[in-house]
């Protein structure tokens, strides 16, 4: 059996990742795939929070939202950004 491991994170390292324009070019690619599976009026975009970047994806017009309240078209393109 292996001996207990235990492991210390470097939180400023940690939270520079999470921050980083690599990560934020996958969330934007991420976030762009979906609004492109959902269909015309969805955009997409990505913001640096506090403790992280995120990506995310948005009904920009009437008829988008429309859409979504209908037939949930952004909430089933969602497997796009896997």
Same mark, same amino acid.
């Given at each position: 059996m292996a #001996?207990n491991v235990q492991? @210390?994170?470097? !939180?400023? +390292?940690?939270? +520079?990742?999470? @921050? !980083? #324009?690599?990560?934020?070019a996958d969330l $934007?690619? *991420? +976030?762009a795939?979906v609004a492109? $599976? +959902?269909? &015309?009026g969805m &955009? !997409?975009?990505? !913001?640096?929070? =506090?403790? *992280? /970047?995120r990506?995310?994806?948005?009904? /920009?017009t009437? &008829? /988008? =939202? =429309?859409?979504?309240?209908t037939? =949930?078209r952004?909430? /089933? $393109?969602?497997d796009?950004?896997?």
């Open positions: #001996p492991v @210390k994170l470097n !939180s400023r +390292a940690v939270d +520079a990742l999470l @921050k !980083s #324009p690599e990560v934020q $934007a690619a *991420r +976030a795939r492109a $599976a +959902a269909g &015309e &955009e !997409s975009d990505v !913001s640096v929070g =506090r403790t *992280r /970047a990506g995310y994806a948005w009904t /920009a009437a &008829e /988008a =939202r =429309r859409a979504e309240a037939d =949930r952004l909430t /089933a $393109a969602l796009a950004a896997r």
